[in-house]
């Protein structure tokens, strides 16, 4: 009976496998996103003040990033927790792949909310003279709070593996 319910649990990791793929979905509405800005906003370039024209690039900055938080978390949570990906050797390897266990992935994680909060932030900064002054604050309060969770996870990162 043990055996069985080892087994089981063991097995139980292959639910995984499809909410791994889903996010894969969730990139291919992120990438129809980007682009929808991006034709969006091509025609009417020349219409945009300089500042308008930042904001949307910023705004496509933080896709991207968001993109690449999702490839990572896919990829590395999908070879951590359920089985190795078996790539040919005469096909394309990311360097990362097979390297980032889930405490790096974590680490990994919260630098790109840091970093995707740092542009949003930089957004709102830009836009600062339409936004009340609360909100900025509180804007600013949240990343702070981004900042010093990503930094208290990277200490307690370093305290463990000393």
């Given at each position: 009976?043990?055996?069985?319910?080892?087994?089981?649990?063991?097995?139980?990791?292959?639910?995984?496998?499809?909410?791994?793929?889903?996010?894969?979905?969730?990139?291919?509405?992120?990438?129809?996103?980007?682009?929808?800005?991006?034709?969006?906003?091509?025609?009417?370039?020349?219409?945009?003040?300089?500042?308008?024209?930042?904001?949307?690039?910023?705004?496509?900055?933080?896709?991207?990033?968001?993109?690449?938080?999702?490839?990572?978390?896919?990829?590395?949570?999908?070879?951590?927790?359920?089985?190795?990906?078996?790539?040919?050797?005469?096909?394309?390897?990311?360097?990362?792949?097979?390297?980032?266990?889930?405490?790096?992935?974590?680490?990994?994680?919260?630098?790109?909310?840091?970093?995707?909060?740092?542009?949003h932030l930089l957004r709102v900064f830009m836009d600062a003279r339409n936004i009340e002054t609360q909100y900025l604050m509180w804007?600013?309060?949240?990343?702070?709070?981004?900042?010093?969770?990503?930094?208290?996870?990277?200490?307690?990162?370093?305290?463990?593996?000393?």
């Amino acid at each position: 009976m043990e055996r069985f319910i080892e087994n089981a649990m063991y097995a139980s990791r292959w639910i995984l496998a499809p909410i791994y793929f889903g996010l894969s979905l969730g990139l291919l509405a992120l990438a129809l996103k980007f682009f929808q800005e991006v034709f969006h906003v091509i025609p009417n370039v020349f219409a945009l003040t300089e500042s308008d024209l930042i904001l949307v690039i910023l705004s496509l900055i933080d896709m991207a990033l968001v993109g690449g938080l999702l490839v990572m978390v896919m990829i590395s949570g999908y070879e951590n927790f359920v089985s190795q990906l078996d790539i040919d050797t005469n096909k394309e390897k990311l360097s990362w792949l097979g390297t980032m266990d889930s405490t790096s992935l974590k680490m990994k994680v919260a630098a790109s909310i840091v970093a995707i909060s740092s542009i949003h932030l930089l957004r709102v900064f830009m836009d600062a003279r339409n936004i009340e002054t609360q909100y900025l604050m509180w804007y600013v309060i949240i990343h702070m709070t981004f900042v010093v969770s990503a930094f208290a996870m990277g200490y307690l990162d370093k305290l463990t593996k000393h």
